[in-house]
């Protein structure tokens, strides 16, 4: 029977070995090699000739398993099994990138350069965004891309930038100025000369643009004004009410109500004065409106009275006595002696130079002549 046993052993060992069930495989729990957090895997060992399952253990806060860059087998002498190392990528920080961009604040134009001496090539609205370029050397000017693709520059005082701070610097030659015919300057020994310092450049004049959307308008309506000046050193504005400081480039919204003169005085840098001149027209407006008046009329001879006069709605007034016409307020008084009957006049002009006129005569008379008495009486 042993021997009946041994031999169905022998012959019959792997049938029973099939009766036998697996063994799972052993676990490896390796240690991820990383610059960043430490990552647990557990990996099967595998058998010879398959591949290794890896099952990252992920902790509830990691929003997802780290990715296996490479993975290597190794032989160890201490469990007589293959160890799996692997090696996991650091994560990636997320960037946030800025992007140098500007937003208009006013009107402003674009120029082919880095100063008021260059062109106009373009005028941007206000609360137009544009994508910065660069910056100008002295930190003044921004060169950017407009709609279309146009570059140019805007000056820094009238927009408002952002991540600028990266920005790099472009140096631009200085604008190309008309030439100007200059006399002949007397030679110079050169020898004996050689501390005289060189002569002063004279400064540019002024370039004035003055303009308006719209010359003519109907009662209730407005336009705007616009100016741009270059080589400035001092700008007035006048609108019939005062003299008001601007800067450049500007712009103003009037709406008058008569024909009405605006004005620019722009002093340039030579000292040299500039007065471009507006006028916006209103048509169908009322013709001035004039009360002029005398105190006392008629008068004794060595007797005086007042004019006075109040003119509303004229761009100028003047008064003429008989010897001569003089510009006056619209608002005022004189007060005359006339040796005999005379007249005076009162001229409003408008501003798209229609006159209208009113007169007064100032009637004086003589004194009474005494008569003589007879002789004897």
Known sequence: MACCLLVISGCTQ???????????????????????????????????????????LVSANEPRPPAVEQATRVATPVIGKQVIIITV???????????????????????????????????????????????????????????????????????????????????????IAAATLAPTPAPVNTATNTDTPPAATAPPAAVVSFVADNLTIEPGQCTTLHWDVSGAGSIIFTDGLGDNVVQSPSLRKVCPAKTSAYQLTVTGADGQ??????????VGELPPVIAFTASNNPINAGQCTTLSWAVDGAQQVFFNDGSGQQAVTAHNMLRECPPGTDSYGLSAVMANGQSFQQFITVVVFPLATPIASAPGK
């Open 89 to 175: 990528a650091p994560p990636i920080l997320a960037t946030t990138i800025c992007v140098p961009m500007l937003t208009t604040i006013r009107l402003a134009n674009l120029r082919s350069g880095p100063g008021m001496g260059y062109g106009i090539i373009a005028t941007l609205l206000p609360d137009t965004a544009a994508p910065i370029n660069a910056g100008s050397v002295d930190d003044q000017w921004w060169q950017i891309t407009a709609s279309g693709g146009m570059q140019g520059w805007v000056a820094a005082s009238i927009v408002t930038p952002v991540c600028t701070a990266d920005l790099p610097v472009v140096a631009v030659a200085p604008p």
């Open 273 to 282: 004065r500039v007065q471009p001149q507006l006028v916006i027209t209103v």
């Open 14 to 56: 792997r049938a029973f070995n099939d009766l036998i069930p697996p063994q799972p495989a052993p676990v490896l729990t390796a240690i991820a090699k990383s610059s960043g957090p430490m990552v647990t895997v557990v990996a099967n060992v595998p058998a010879p000739g398959e591949d290794a399952v890896f099952l990252p």
